[in-house]
C-alpha cells in the first residue's frame, strides 16, 4: 500500500480512488489526525485523505509522518 518514493517520502502506492484503502490504512495509524475541514475530501473521516499530514502529488499523496 505504501511505496518510498525518490525523495524517500511515503507514498500511498493505490492513488487518488482507493477509498476503502485509505480508510483502512488511517485506521492502522497511530498518527492520523483530522485535518481542517475545508480540506476533508472523503465522507468517512478518519481515512487517509483527510488527515492533516498527507500532500497530494499528482499520482496521489505522501504522508509526512
Known amino acids: 500500500m505504501w511505496k518510498v518514493n525518490d525523495k524517500g517520502e ?3 502506492s493505490l492513488g487518488k480512488e482507493a477509498w476503502q484503502e485509505a480508510v483502512e490504512a488511517a485506521g492502522l495509524c ?3 489526525s483530522l485535518d481542517d475541514e475545508d480540506e476533508l475530501v ?3 473521516e478518519r481515512s ?3 488527515c492533516r499530514y498527507r ?3 499528482p499520482e496521489s499523496f505522501v504522508c509526512l509522518k
Open 10 to 12: 511515503r507514498m500511498f
Open 30 to 32: 497511530k498518527h492520523f
Open 42 to 44: 472523503s465522507e468517512e
Open 48 to 50: 487517509c485523505y483527510n
Open 55 to 57: 500532500r497530494w502529488t
